[in-house]
């Protein structure tokens, strides 16, 4: 079985800050994980993918996420935040070579950009 | 090339009518999946149609039916609407044997129901 939790439902950091997203995964399996972002009325983009290949991957706008197993973590970060990455991201998990009817995904955090 | 369509956007629609919404998938993708997002349980799988075949089904009562046309297109339909159906419906499309890393998700579908 697998599950994913994503700590925070809300996070609010100023513009020029650093992001981070916390998400953390149960998985009997090595898992397949991803963040997707999500804007208002707006369907899921994929910011990007782990799939047991490097334990950093980085994405799209310039998010990166690190796989760590000891911590079954998968956290996102941002350097430095923007106005338009005001959104919710969804961090997700699926075993390897399923289809997407396989993917669970966590509660979401929304978050927030302060001018 | 075009991303999954999803139709209509927006639908207002009465409790006890019943809806169908629409996926066109990116060409050459033949698995659709679609999902129901609302504030309170988030995104949650509804079924999976492959080769115009349901593959998977999630835990929806029997007023969520689906169905995939020859072209790949897919239809979910709902009877019998009640208040709790407001959501916005998401559909996501892969190409064949390709796994859950190449999915891509639609604009979705906002189903209001009054």
């Known amino acids: 079985a697998q599950s994913v939790t994503q700590l925070g439902s809300h996070v609010s950091v100023s513009e020029g800050a650093l992001v981070l997203l916390r998400c953390n995964y149960s998985?009997?399996?090595?898992?397949?994980l991803f963040w997707y972002v999500q804007y208002p009325n707006q369907g899921l983009q994929l910011l990007l993918k782990?799939?047991?290949?490097?334990?950093l991957v980085k994405g799209i706008n310039g998010f990166e996420a690190e796989f760590k197993k000891s911590e079954t973590s998968f956290h996102l970060t941002k350097p430095s935040a923007h106005m338009s990455d005001a959104a919710e991201y969804f961090c997700?998990?699926?075993?390897?070579?399923?289809?997407?009817?396989?993917?669970?995904f966590g509660s979401g955090t929304r978050l927030s950009i302060r001018p | 090339k075009a991303g999954v369509t999803q139709t209509p956007r927006y639908l207002i629609k009465t409790r006890g009518q019943q809806v169908t919404l629409s996926c066109s998938p990116i060409?050459?993708?033949?698995?659709v999946s679609w999902y129901q997002q609302t504030p309170g349980q988030g995104l949650q799988f509804l079924f999976e149609?492959?080769?115009?075949?349901?593959?998977n089904k999630g835990n929806f009562p029997g007023r969520f039916s689906g169905r995939q046309f020859s072209n790949s297109r897919s239809e979910m339909n709902v009877s019998t609407l009640e208040l709790g159906d407001s959501a916005l419906y998401l559909c996501?499309?892969?190409?064949?044997?390709?796994?859950?890393?190449?999915?891509?998700f639609g604009q979705g579908t906002r189903l209001t129901v009054v």
């Open positions: 782990y799939t047991s290949a490097a334990t």
């Open positions: 997700a998990v699926s075993p390897p070579y399923s289809s997407a009817s396989k993917i669970i």
């Open positions: 996501a499309s892969s190409l064949i044997g390709q796994d859950v890393s190449e999915a891509f």
């Open positions: 149609y492959f080769s115009e075949t349901q593959r």
């Open positions: 060409s050459g993708h033949r698995s």
């Open positions: 998985s009997s399996v090595p898992p397949y």
